[in-house]
C-alpha cells in the first residue's frame, strides 16, 4: 500500500520572534528599536501576518494527509520523502534554501508578504493553498535548473541560485581556472572568488554581475539548462592572467578549479556555514546539476 502524502511546511522564525529572543521581553525589544527611530509594530506586523499564513496552509492540507514541519535551521537534520509535497510559507530565498535537500519533490511557494517579497520563487497566497495541494499532482510544474560543484574527495554541494568560490573572508584567492573540454587551457588567477549562476539566480547576484559587466552573453532562463560564470576582481600580474574572466556552460560543459591557495571554500545560495573545504590541490568541477527543482507554477 502507497503512503499518503506527507505536506512538509518549511518556514522560518521571523525578525519578531529573533528580537524577543535576543532582547529577553517584547518590551524589550521595543525599547531597543525605540531608541534607534523605529517601532516594533512594523516588525510584529509582518510575524503576525506570517503566522497566520502558517495556520491558513496548514488548515488547508487535505485531511487525509500527513504534515510535518520544518524550521529552516533544521533542514540539514530533517529526513525528506519521495511521497512529499513540500509547501514552503515565506520568502523566495527559503525555497533556495529547501532546494538542495531535495529530490524531485514537487515544492508550492506561499508568499506571507505580498509586495514585499518579489515573488519569483513564492508565487501563491496563502488562500490559494488548498486548491494548489488538492490538485498538486495534476497542476504543472516548472522544472528549474540547479547548479553543482563536486571536489575530486567527493565532496558535493547543490544550489538553486548560485555558488561561489573563493576565500571564506572573501579575500584573495589564488587558483587555476580551465574550461573542460577546451583543449587543457587553463590560467593561473588572483581574484576575489568566482560565482556561477542559474536563471533563478540571475534575478540576485549573478544578475547583479552581469550588469556590472556589461556583457552580451544573455542571462538564462530559470528552466533553461545554462549558467553562466563570472570571476569577480581578478588580478593582472606576471603570474596570474585575466582572460577567464566570464562565460557561459551549456548543460554538459563545466568550469574546473584547482586550488592555490591554502584554503578555498564553495558555498551555495548565501549559506557560508554550509560550504565545501579545498585546499591547496585540489580540484573541484562546476557544472549544471542532473537534479531539478520541481517548482509548482
Avoid at 75 to 103: I, M, S, T
Amino acid at each position: 500500500m502507497s503512503l499518503a502524502p506527507r505536506a512538509v511546511l518549511v518556514h522560518r522564525i521571523t525578525e519578531y520572534e529573533e528580537l524577543v529572543a535576543h532582547h529577553g521581553t517584547h518590551g524589550q525589544a521595543a525599547f531597543f528599536l525605540s531608541s534607534r527611530g523605529r517601532s516594533i509594530e512594523e516588525v510584529a506586523e509582518r510575524h503576525r501576518r506570517t503566522r497566520r499564513a502558517l495556520a491558513e496552509v496548514t488548515s488547508a492540507v487535505p485531511l487525509t494527509w500527513r504534515q510535518a514541519r520544518v524550521e529552516r535551521s533544521d533542514l540539514d537534520r530533517f529526513l525528506f520523502a519521495p511521497e512529499d509535497v513540500v509547501v514552503v510559507v515565506g520568502q523566495d530565498g527559503l525555497v533556495a534554501n529547501v532546494a538542495k535537500y531535495l529530490d524531485g519533490q514537487p515544492v508550492v511557494g506561499i508568499d506571507t508578504d505580498p509586495g514585499r517579497n518579489p515573488g519569483v520563487l513564492v508565487r501563491h497566497r496563502p488562500e490559494q493553498a488548498a486548491v494548489l495541494l488538492a490538485s498538486v499532482v495534476a497542476t504543472g510544474v516548472d522544472e528549474l535548473t540547479m547548479v553543482e560543484a563536486v571536489a575530486d574527495d567527493t565532496q558535493r554541494l547543490v544550489a538553486l541560485n548560485e555558488i561561489y568560490l573563493g576565500t571564506a573572508g572573501h579575500q584573495t584567492a589564488r587558483y587555476r581556472l580551465g574550461l573542460e573540454n577546451d583543449g587543457g587551457v587553463v590560467e593561473a588567477q588572483a581574484s576575489s572568488g568566482v560565482l556561477v549562476g542559474t536563471g533563478t539566480g540571475a534575478t540576485g547576484w549573478l544578475r547583479s554581475l552581469w550588469q556590472e559587466r556589461g556583457t552580451r552573453l544573455p542571462l538564462p532562463s530559470p528552466t533553461e539548462d545554462r549558467l553562466l560564470w563570472f570571476v569577480r576582481e581578478a588580478w593582472p600580474s606576471p603570474a596570474t592572467g585575466t582572460s577567464l574572466v566570464a562565460g557561459e556552460l551549456t548543460a554538459s560543459a563545466a568550469l574546473t578549479l584547482t586550488v592555490e591557495s591554502d584554503r578555498l571554500i564553495a558555498f551555495g545560495d548565501g549559506i557560508e556555514t554550509d560550504a565545501l573545504e579545498l585546499t591547496w590541490g585540489q580540484t573541484v568541477r562546476v557544472g549544471a546539476c542532473a537534479r531539478r527543482l520541481r517548482l509548482v507554477g
